[in-house]
């Protein structure tokens, strides 16, 4: 069974300085891996996605991910975070289903806080 | 529309009683799918359809919890008898269709609905 591990329920950082929001993943097989993020009261937004090809997949709002195989890793980044930023971050992996669709494990979110 | 649509956005129900959440995807999406989310918690997956059939539902928590979609449009999640513990957000979400392996099709997902059972 495939899942996803985000070790922190919450990064503080200053606005400016670069963050970065763990995860690590478990599947058997070739990974498919997104992030996606979450403003109060609001759906999910999606952010970025690897699939293949280069490690470092640049998504939406400036951010960033880096694929790490050795060490299952698929860490969010962005170089200078943003009071904006401030959302909920979700770490997803995907798996075929019967029929053709992706089922998408989730972690259980970081919160990010973007303080001035 | 040129995103997932989902009503109703807030819905307050007493306990017992059945409502129904509406989920219209993107169009051309085949793929649709329903996630719950409890407050503070992750999101469970609940039940994929592709086009009317739903290959996967293992994820309906109990047999009041049912859902149907119309060709490759509108889906409806009914959840009969409201206890306490389905307050949550209901999230539908739609994408295209892989066929054969996997090939990470994003999913988009809409606002959500956000259901109290008072």
């Known amino acids: 069974a495939q899942s996803v591990a985000q070790p922190e329920d919450q990064v503080n950082v200053a606005e400016g300085n670069p963050l970065t929001v763990k995860c690590t993943y478990s599947?058997?097989?070739?990974?498919?891996l997104f992030w996606y993020v979450q403003y109060p009261n609001r759906g999910l937004q999606f952010l970025l996605k690897y699939i293949t090809g280069d490690n470092l997949v640049k998504g939406s709002y400036g951010f960033e991910a880096e694929f790490n195989k050795s060490q299952t890793s698929f860490h969010l980044k962005k170089p200078s975070a943003l009071v904006s930023d401030s959302a909920l971050y979700f770490c997803?992996?995907?798996?075929?289903?019967?029929?053709?669709?992706?089922?998408?494990?989730f972690g259980t979110g970081t919160q990010l806080k973007v303080e001035l | 529309g040129a995103g997932v649509s989902q009503s109703p956005s807030n819905k307050v129900t007493e306990k017992g009683k059945d409502v129904e959440l509406r989920c219209d995807p993107i169009s051309g999406h085949t793929a649709l799918y329903w996630y719950r989310q409890r407050l503070g918690q992750g999101l469970e997956f609940l039940i994929y359809?592709?086009?009317?059939?739903?290959?996967?539902k293992s994820g309906l928590p109990s047999d009041r919890f049912s859902a149907e979609r119309t060709g490759e449009s509108v889906s409806t999640l009914t959840i009969q008898r409201t206890q306490q513990e389905d307050s949550a957000v209901y999230l539908c979400?739609?994408?295209?269709?892989?066929?054969?392996?996997?090939?990470?099709?994003?999913?988009?997902f809409g606002e959500g609905s956000w259901l109290t059972v008072v």
């Open positions: 359809f592709q086009g009317n059939s739903a290959p996967d």
């Open positions: 997803a992996v995907s798996a075929i289903l019967t029929g053709g669709g992706n089922k998408l494990t």
């Open positions: 599947v058997s097989g070739n990974p498919y």
């Open positions: 979400a739609s994408s295209l269709a892989n066929y054969g392996t996997a090939s990470g099709n994003t999913i988009y």
